[in-house]
């Protein structure tokens, strides 16, 4: 019993972690593997730092705004780009600029709470389905397959429309709708982990029900949540401004990029800067955060990832020639 | 096959029933006393109390709300949707004058998209890592990443206002449905493109693919035949969800383009707070991709021999 294998000694992960990383190679960890990965991925840096950058130009939004954002210029009504109105003036003649900036924290302050809500409402009763088991699993599944017999933007629309118009019900109808998703995955990595030996260890020391859901399983299931989330950023986005644009959500005069689009609608023919600086912001935003959602998928799944297809492709190119 | 099809059956029932529920409640989450509404509506003046009280009793709206729902379906099982607030007209009637148009819409973009988005995947797994599959990537990922109803107003600039090639509202012959098939279409695109890619880049790499090329096949022939068939199978279950996708942001593109089918009427009837037209529209629409996904899963074993039921027929290898 003495002599065990020589590997898994703790001293000895570090000496090899301390030589990799002298090396210059990268550390064993599946982790840190996909770290690596990550930071490797062009798409992903490029769509990082376009995502602080539009995060910091919302944050600052009221010092980097030139004018108020329902401030009217009647002077400047519908004016095009030029040095005044970087962006030009809408309908009532605002600035569009400061709109569109001021606009983008409502709106990525929004795609930020119905992600929360989502993680947190499909997280939670997946956890509970999963751990439960037994009636309280059929419960939820039976709601969620309902929820899920809707085509998702149909149920949102009328959610949305019955509330009332408002960025708030919009946030809920999304909500509403989309949290599904993420309790059925829950739900299946739950039931592959709660027979798992660490579960039972905690259980049988007494851990409670609580505990053990937060503790052990919870960390094992949220790598994957984190991922569907990130590419689910830009899709929550745009089914908030496509809400929007239809009206149901921010209402004028607020500044919601959503929205800008819907009262651009009149001018589109005879100014199009109206639609195509608000609808450009969105493009730009979703187009991020897809590249880091796609990137964080891959980083995290090999099997998918660039790398190994490229390879695979590539061999047999090599063999056909 | 036909037990499979009776055990499918059902299973959807507790789905209708639940379906049924939820488009029903959706009529109570309304702020608001509905009989009020419809008065002030109807008659311009705000109601008297008494008013109100027999608006409630026509409407049925003063019984249990066990007593509304069973009513409310038993009449919606029969085709009786209900009378719109605003024109007074059967609900079910609106309904089938516009659904056609939507399934239209719909059937258009669908086709558009099989025939645009997998060509586009194949080519790019074919030439994988080459300028045309960077280019078909990017495109898609452009593609998959910008909201739909822009993408139909800077076609309508491009092709109505300045080529007058495509009208830009409405509804008529074949040219009214161009633009709105193409905005519809576009996230499908974008999407098979890349899921097709990605199928085929893996069965490229298959033994029989090899073997295929060992014999000395065609690289096209290889390509269609051994390689994108057996990846055409996931497709199945993608057009399955993208019925969803299409009849949802059919509204979104309807809009856009004053073609007036269910969507456009649903938006019409949400701004102007018709209940009864909303909660009929939520569970048409669902009943429908209900209907769709329930015919994909009936046909599937016509396209995997693997899952049917009559004796394994080899994929086809005439070569």
Redesign the interface.
């Known amino acids: 019993m003495r002599e065990r294998a020589p590997s898994l000694q703790p001293p000895a992960v570090a000496e090899y972690a301390a030589a990799a990383l002298a090396e210059g190679l990268p550390f064993a960890g599946p982790r840190r593997r996909a770290l690596h990965r990550l930071v490797r991925d062009r798409g992903v840096v490029v769509g990082a730092l376009v995502l602080v950058g539009v995060g910091v130009a919302a944050a600052a939004a009221p010092f980097l705004a030139p004018y108020a954002p329902n401030e009217p210029h009647f002077t400047a009504t519908l004016r095009g780009p030029g040095s005044t109105y970087l962006l030009g003036a809408d309908n009532l003649g605002r600035d569009e600029l400061s709109r569109l900036l001021v606009g983008a924290r409502l709106s990525l302050g929004s795609v930020a709470v119905a992600t929360l809500a989502i993680m947190f409402f499909g997280v939670g009763f997946g956890l509970v389905s999963g751990y439960y088991g037994g009636i309280v699993d059929s419960a939820i599944q ?2 969620v ?3 899920m ?11 949305a ?4 118009p408002s960025l708030r019900s919009v946030v809920i109808s999304v909500v509403a709708v989309q949290w599904v998703s993420y309790t059925r995955l829950v739900r299946g990595m739950v039931l592959a982990v709660r027979r798992q030996p660490y579960v039972d260890a905690a259980r049988s020391s007494g851990a409670s029900d609580g505990w053990i859901i937060l503790r052990s399983i919870l960390p094992n299931v949220l790598p994957p949540v984190v991922v569907l989330a990130t590419l689910e950023l ?1 899709g929550v986005l ?1 089914t908030i ?2 809400l929007s ?4 959500g921010a209402q004028p005069p607020t500044a919601e990029w959503g929205t800008m ?1 819907n009262e651009a ?1 009149p001018y ?2 005879s100014n ?1 800067h109206l ?1 195509i600086a608000p ?1 450009l912001a ?2 730009v935003t ?2 991020a ?3 880091v959602g ?1 990137g964080l998928r891959d980083a995290l799944d090999p099997r ?1 990832s660039h790398a190994v ?2 390879a ?6 090599r ?2 020639r | 096959m036909k037990g499979y099809l009776l055990r499918r059956l059902a299973y959807l029932v ?2 209708l029933v ?2 049924s ?3 029903f409640g ?2 109570r ?3 608001g006393d509905p009989a009020r509404d419809v008065i002030a509506r109807t008659t311009g003046h705000q109601p008297t109390h008494r008013e109100v009280l027999a608006e409630r009793h026509r409407l049925g709206l003063d019984r249990g709300p066990a007593v509304q729902y069973l009513s409310w379906v038993g009449h919606a099982v029969r085709g009786d949707l209900g009378i719109s607030y605003t024109s007074g007209e059967p609900v079910a009637r609106a309904i089938g004058d516009t659904l056609p148009l939507t399934l239209e819409l719909a059937a258009a973009a669908f086709l558009l998209s099989l025939l645009l988005g997998v060509p586009l995947g194949l080519l790019a ?1 074919a030439r ?2 080459s300028w045309v599959d960077h280019a078909v990537r990017t495109v898609a ?2 593609g ?7 993408v139909a ?1 800077l076609l ?2 491009a092709f109505s ?1 300045h080529l007058h090639v495509f009208p830009p509202f409405g509804t008529g012959g074949l040219s009214h449905l161009v633009l709105p098939a193409v905005t519809l279409a576009l996230f499908d695109i974008a999407l098979l493109a890349r899921l097709t890619r ?1 199928a085929v ?2 069965t ?2 298959e033994d029989h693919v ?1 073997t295929a ?1 060992a014999k000395g096949l065609a ?1 096209r022939r290889v390509l269609v035949m051994h390689a994108l068939r057996p990846a055409l199978i996931p497709l199945v279950t993608w057009s399955g969800m993208s ?3 299409l ?3 059919s ?2 593109v309807e ?1 856009v383009f004053a073609w007036p089918g269910l969507g456009y009427t ?2 019409l ?3 102007a707070r018709d ?1 009864p037209f ?2 009929a ?2 569970l048409v ?2 009943v429908v ?2 209907g769709l996904n329930l015919a994909v899963d009936l046909l599937y074993p016509h396209i995997d021999p693997r899952t049917s039921f009559s004796s394994a027929q080899s994929s086809a290898d005439e070569g």
Do not use: C, H, K
């Open positions: 039976r709601v397959d309902v929820l017999a809707f085509p998702s933007l149909v149920l949102a629309l009328a959610i429309g019955v509330l009332g830009g745009l401004s496509s644009f239809l009206g149901l689009l609608r589109f023919e199009p639609m609808g969105i493009v979703v187009l955060f897809n590249l796609d998918t297809a490229g695979r492709s590539r061999r047999w190119d063999l056909r | 507790p789905v639940g379906i529920l939820l488009a959706l009529g989450l309304a702020p797994a994988s890592w990922l452009v998959a990443s910008v909201p739909g109803f822009w107003y309508i600039l206002v990605a880049l893996e490229l790499g090899r090329r690289e019925f969803g996708y009849l949802g942001y509204v979104v809009t649903a938006v009837a949400i701004q209940y909303i909660q529209f939520a629409m669902a991709f209900v």
